[in-house]
């Protein structure tokens, strides 16, 4: 019994070694796809008379993307970045990332991170569960901002699948 118990144990250690060995398949966002993403964004803001930025991170929430309307302002370009950061690290929009930071003064601390930012305009690019990256719109009212950015990512969605 005692033998089974040892042997047992070791081809856990071995089978559990021999399984952490190997290639990593992750779906990211493609360079293409992101300034897809950022150019349908801006085009949806301009649409409605704004001047806007437009940030697309890629699942490792590092910067793909970053587009600056010629007449949106200097600060709109790193909000639209941390909005992004914000959405792709807590893997929901910033619109919700927002409310449940108010709502819940144990989460309140969490807009204290660095790069955090809690204002609407942050969406993550999911397929299903996976958070491929994410983009974030800044430069017009906080509703814009979202709805921009999910345009952005609408533009993508039957390469989402």
Known sequence: MRIATVVAFVFALVGGHAHAQGVVTQRNVSLGMAKTIAEA????????????????????????????????????????????????MFRISTMEF???TAEDPGREAQRDLADILALSGGVPIQIGNDTIGAVGSAGSTLEQDDACAKAGIAKVKDLLK
Request: proline share 0%.
């Open 41 to 88: 964004a801006l085009a949806e803001c301009a649409s409605k008379g704004y001047h806007t930025s437009v940030a697309v991170l890629d699942r490792a929430a590092q910067v793909l993307v970053i587009m600056r309307d010629e007449q949106a302002t200097a600060q709109t370009a790193e909000m639209a970045r941390r909005k992004a950061y914000t959405a792709r």
């Open 98 to 100: 927002q409310k449940r």
